[in-house]
């Protein structure tokens, strides 16, 4: 993979191909259950040799509110499954917050982030 809008796509389409409504920019507005891909910190780092790079992405995950054991339960689920189909199309999880409330458009939803890398090679 060479473009960072391309991994940011992979991402967005791997996700809803493993059922979960996904966005590879920052929406305006959400409707949960859904996964938002942002830039992470840093966003771009150098690999291991100078031609290759590696891609920080963080993927938003929230749901709709509702009791903790239910919420808990969709959040372990989601986790499982998207976590898998991220490995299978070549990212690397590196970790996974606590569930906290994320606060969207002065709204607080369930959810958690989930930061991925992802290689890239810079074209010239």
Request: glycine fraction near 4%.
């Amino acid at each position: 993979m060479s473009s960072l809008k391309t991994i940011r796509e992979l991402a967005e389409t791997t996700l809803k191909d493993a059922g979960l409504n996904a966005y590879a920019y920052v929406p305006g507005r959400i409707a949960p259950p859904c996964a938002v891909i942002q830039a992470g910190d840093p966003y771009i780092e150098q690999a291991e040799t100078f031609i290759e790079h590696v891609i920080r992405l963080e993927i938003v995950i929230v749901l709709r509110a509702g009791d903790n054991r239910r919420t808990a339960t969709d959040l372990d689920e989601y986790l499982e499954t998207h976590i898998d189909a991220l490995d299978e199309a070549g990212f690397l999880v590196q970790n996974v917050t606590q569930p906290t409330p994320i606060t969207w458009n002065s709204t607080d939803y369930p959810g958690v982030i989930v930061t991925v890398t992802h290689d890239f090679t810079l074209n010239n």
